[in-house]
T-cell receptor, first 114, second 115 residues
Framework: AQKITQTQPGMFVQEKEAVTLDCTYD???????LFWYKQPSSGEMIFLIY??????QNATEGRYSLNFQKARKSANLVISASQLGDSAMYFC???????????FGKGTLLTVNP | GAVVSQHPSRVICKSGTSVKIECRSL??????MFWYRQFPKQSLMLMAT?????????EQGVEKDKFLINHASLTLSTLTVTSAHPEDSSFYIC???????????FGPGTRLTVL
């Protein structure tokens, strides 16, 4: 089974609207971390937000928030007030236990329309 | 914030030659560095994990004799693609973390094209 599943190959959103990018994960380790990264066409990986498995509250970083539903094993990224510069690939990733290796999903290509 | 650099950013080489890619942590000591490969329109796949002063740990299916990794200092790791073939053409990205940190800081990547 895939450890990280991103079911949306592509998403479109109008500028200034909110968008949710889906991510589900699979692990049997009670200690894990979930990450979201943005990859623009230049290729660099930009860290957006992190959620630990024991964190009680959903993570937020500016316009980014993570809708963490532990029982459903989902960690969706919500981007509020989309901007044209948000157009990029978005990857969900997971770290398990004390192992710092990251497993990435296949990504979602977000296009923000003016 | 933590900065990781990679050199070169782009390289084109002939089939059969070797190519070395450097990954440097510029403002922190990286106890662990990771090397990823990303084929066009695909996700990042971890190739190997390197800890300073010890041998790298390779993921299943990655040939350690073909992809030589050296993590000689706390700020530098190198990936050497030996006897490169066109199928090795890819985007290679490194990341680095310091001890006790959850976060990995990624380099800007190196695009390798093997003719």
């Amino acid at each position: 089974a895939q450890k990280i599943t991103q079911t949306q190959p592509g998403m479109f959103v109008q500028e200034k609207e909110a968008v949710t990018l889906d991510c589900t994960y699979d692990t049997s380790d009670p200690s894990y971390g979930l990450f979201w990264y943005k990859q623009p066409s230049s290729g660099e990986m930009i860290f957006l937000i992190y959620q630990g498995s024991y964190d009680q509250q959903n993570a937020t970083e500016g316009r980014y928030s993570l809708n963490f539903q532990k029982a459903r094993k989902s960690a969706n990224l919500v981007i509020s007030a989309s901007q044209l510069g948000d157009s990029a690939m978005y990857f969900c990733a997971m770290r398990e236990g004390s192992n710092y290796k990251l497993t990435f999903g296949k990504g979602t290509l977000l296009t923000v329309n003016p | 914030g933590a900065v990781v650099s990679q050199h070169p950013s782009r390289v084109i080489c002939k089939s059969g030659t070797s190519v070395k890619i450097e990954c440097r942590s510029l403002d922190f000591q990286a106890t662990t560095m990771f090397w990823y490969r990303q084929f066009p329109k695909q996700s990042l796949m971890l190739m190997a994990t390197s800890n300073e002063g010890s041998k790298a740990t390779y993921e299943q299916g990655v040939e350690k004799d073909k992809f030589l990794i050296n993590h000689a200092s706390l700020t530098l790791s190198t990936l050497t693609v030996t006897s490169a073939h066109p199928e090795d053409s890819s985007f290679y990205i490194c990341s680095a973390k310091s001890g006790g940190s959850n976060e990995q800081f990624f380099g800007p990547g190196t695009r390798l094209t093997v003719l």
